[in-house]
């Protein structure tokens, strides 16, 4: 069974930083897409970025790369999302998601197939 365990969300303040933590399990192989999505109170679910292990590259939504940096350690199955300069405008729920194989894109929610719990994050003015 695979699983998305996120960790990381909480309080911060304008300008602030966070990193958020997605612990994968269950895939019968390291051949999968991965991604982070935010959906804000009243907004339809957003992509931020994702990362595809098969050829190791990683997408960034237009605007997105310049505060928001997906990494990932394979080593412990655990993808990263480092954020900056946050901003209220930023407060959301942030969710990884994932898929097996290598698919087609993968900054489109209807292609994952499975999803964290989803990270609060409050950032106050």
């Known amino acids: 069974e695979v699983q998305l365990v996120e960790s990381g969300g909480g309080l911060v303040q304008t300008g602030g930083s966070l990193r958020l933590s997605c612990a994968v399990s269950?895939?019968?192989?390291?051949?999968?897409?991965i991604g982070w999505f935010r959906q804000a109170p009243g907004k339809e679910r957003e992509a931020i970025s994702c990362?595809?292990?098969?050829?190791?590259?990683?997408y960034y939504v237009v605007g997105m790369k310049d505060r928001f940096t997906l990494s990932r350690d394979s080593g412990n199955n655990t993808v990263y999302l480092q954020m900056k300069d946050l901003k209220p405008d930023d407060t959301a729920i942030y969710y990884c998601?994932?898929?097996?194989?290598?698919?087609?894109?993968?900054?489109?929610?209807?292609?994952?197939?499975?999803w964290g719990q989803g990270a609060q994050v409050t950032v106050s003015s």
């Open positions: 998601a994932a898929y097996p194989g290598y698919g087609s894109g993968c900054l489109r929610a209807h292609e994952y197939d499975y």
């Open positions: 269950g895939f019968t192989s390291d051949d999968y897409a």
């Open positions: 990362h595809k292990t098969r050829d190791g590259n990683t």
